[in-house]
């Protein structure tokens, strides 16, 4: 989403009694306290003896992890060399790794053996680095010869809960060599403090079918949902909790959005502000296990040209679906909506949506739609989308041209009455070109055709949803929802807890696709407080929401581009391209993008996140 200066805005609600769901009761209620599982010994590291070939380590060439003659290993057969070159010539090897949090102890070791036909005694000319996320546990060189394998052992107990990147970075200069040979690394846990929950995140594998009916002019819908999940998690799951996201935009005594007949479970009480419905399930599931819950559904949508709202004969129909939240290590995520921002976080998801509705009324919708009438004056819309974080729609008479990127993918766009023939077609055209822009940077679009919906009077700019987005006639705003296909839809996030991790990512990406470099723009960086941080929560935004799109935006965009500028373009490049990869339909956080942001140069970037407040 893009923020514009704004009065507060306020949605009116329309009375549900048209709808013929009944609102549940509405009480109090908190989210369940995660159940807390003892430390379980564990060694993270996988393949540390490098007898499994080379995965899932990284290195720099596939001569670093092997077997062939001049070294030995220290147990097996295989072993990772760095360097013996005898010129200049750098080597890395790195693995991620996640140190389970609730164990007194975490303890790295390495098995390194030196060589060297060096023969100073006083200077380091070869060198070996060993980390642990952005942290420098050791630094060996030239100096530490030996005949033999020596054992390292480091504490690393302050990364657990964390997932980071153990590295290892080998430098020789211009002349003799110095090899440094790796073997049996390890990261053991153990110990028991105050046993954590599981933080695998959970209901996982959503799939949702949902089957709607509207009014005459699309601001009231009817039907049914119905949601199937599996628990990932090891920790017994009992209850789930759906986000009825929309009820922010009404009261709990005429909510938007209404839920009732729930079957697979007890519907219990309604809480934050009417936005999260706890479910409890018929029985409890074990980790593997699938679970269905349905329920009727009723949506009416209020008046305003919001992103959940109606503009005249036009409706935008945006995080109206109820959606699984979130259970992690942290527990269920129930955080509050944002009108400053987002709110929403949500796993990869199935949706099969059908949407019942006059053919007077267009139907532009997430993943890919077939018409079939329906009865007497009305058209049956079925879209269907994979791997997707949420699904929206609008309705109404729009206009609507349509086109094919260079790169294949179908856009369509749909302008509400008062937007013009040539300021949409100017749409479609940066439509085009903005979504083969970011294909070619972070990889292909994978949700077939792509939906932009038109209309002047949003007053937040522009909102993304996955193959479906809202905007004003913009090019950059334009350019920046597109990006959000991938930096929210496809690499997902913690919108409220992280809002960076898409924003400021989606703004860099908007910048690179309009050939903008970001030169010198650090230098207009004025901290309000020593408390502002680019990665700072939705909480503290909106307590300082006139600061909120300056740092997350602007500072967020201007701090990775000073780090492409540090790190260089083609590691920059590669860098987000295989972060993008490795995160496809998963979750990002700002700790595994610094890790990997690491693992990607020779430079220690612990001065760099200081100075651009990235923490975590």
């Known amino acids: 989403m893009r923020p514009t200066p704004r009065n507060a805005f306020a949605a009116s609600a329309c009375a549900v ?84 949090s609730g164990c007194s102890s975490a303890t790295l070791t390495f098995w390194l053996h030196i060589d060297t036909a060096e023969t100073t005694s006083s200077t380091a000319y070869d060198k070996l680095t060993a980390k642990i996320g952005s942290t420098t546990l050791a630094t060996y060189s030239n100096l530490n010869k030996a005949a033999g ?76 949902e119905s949601a199937a999940f599996t628990n990932a998690s090891s920790t017994a799951l009992s209850e789930v909790y759906l986000r009825l996201w929309d009820n922010y935009h009404g009261t709990c005594s005429a909510m938007p959005i209404t839920v009732s007949n729930v079957t697979g479970g007890t519907a219990g009480a309604l809480s934050v502000g009417c936005t999260a419905l706890k479910v409890t399930l018929a029985t409890p599931l074990a980790q593997g296990q699938t679970a269905t819950i349905g329920f009727d559904l009723g949506i009416t949508v209020p008046s305003g040209a919001d992103r959940f709202g109606y503009d005249g004969a036009f409706s935008f129909i945006g995080n109206a679906l109820p959606v699984l939240a979130v259970k992690d290590g942290a527990g269920w995520h129930l955080d509050p909506y944002t009108n400053n921002g987002e709110s929403f976080y949500s796993l990869a998801a199935d949706f099969k949506v059908t949407l019942d509705h006059p053919t007077s009324l267009l139907v532009p919708a997430t993943g890919a739609s077939v018409d079939t009438p329906g009865s007497s004056g009305r058209t049956v819309t079925t879209a269907t989308a994979s791997k997707v974080r949420d699904f929206a729609w609008a309705a109404g008479p729009f206009t609507k041209i349509s086109g094919t ?161 540090l790190i260089g373009d083609t590691a920059m490049t590669k860098l987000l391209k295989d972060y993008a990869t490795s995160h496809w339909y998963g979750v990002s956080t700002t700790a595994e993008f610094k890790a990997a942001a690491q693992a990607a140069t020779t430079t220690d970037l612990t001065s760099f996140w200081t100075t651009h407040r990235i923490d975590g």
Not at 89 to 94: A, E, P, Q, V
Not at 182 to 200: F, V
């Open 17 to 100: 009694a048209a709808l013929a769901a009944v609102s549940l009761p509405v009480t109090p209620a908190a989210a369940a306290a995660p159940v807390a599982a003892a430390c379980t010994p564990a060694q993270v590291v996988t393949n540390g003896g490098f007898e499994s070939g080379t995965s899932p380590w990284t290195q720099s060439s596939t001569s670093v992890i092997t077997n062939r003659a001049g070294q030995t290993a220290h147990g097996g057969t295989s072993f990772a060399w760095l360097n013996g070159v005898g010129s200049t010539h750098t080597d890395t090897l790195s693995q991620s790794v996640t140190i389970p």
């Open 149 to 224: 394998y020596v054992q390292k052992s480091f504490d690393v107990s302050s990364f657990a809960g964390q997932t980071v990147n153990v590295a290892f970075t080998g430098t020789e200069d211009s002349s003799l060599q110095t090899s440094f040979v790796l073997d049996d690394i390890a990261l053991n846990t153990s110990g028991d403090t105050t046993p954590p929950a599981d933080s695998t995140r959970t209901p996982a594998a959503p799939s949702y079918t949902v089957s709607l009916s509207s009014n005459t002019d699309g601001t009231a819908w009817t039907g049914h």
């Open 405 to 565: 990127s260079a790169a294949g993918t179908p856009v369509n766009v749909y302008s509400v009455s008062g937007i013009s023939s040539s300021d949409a077609q100017s749409m479609l055209t940066t439509a085009k070109t903005a979504v083969d822009a970011h294909a070619a940077r972070f990889g292909a679009y994978p949700y077939g055709e792509l939906d932009a919906v038109i209309d002047n009077n949003f007053w937040f700019g522009g909102m993304e949803y996955p193959g479906f987005v809202l905007d004003l006639v913009s090019t950059t705003a334009l350019t920046h929802e597109i990006g959000h296909q991938w930096w929210y839809g496809i690499v997902g996030d913690d919108e409220y807890t992280s809002p960076w991790l898409d924003e400021a990512f989606t703004d860099y990406a908007t910048d690179l696709a309009l050939n903008k470099t970001g030169t010198n723009c650090w230098n207009s960086v004025s901290w309000a407080s020593t408390a502002e941080k680019i990665t700072n929560s939705m909480a503290y935004w909106d307590a300082h929401s006139s600061r909120y799109s300056t740092v997350v935006y602007g500072y967020g965009k201007c701090a990775l581009h000073d780090l492409r500028r």
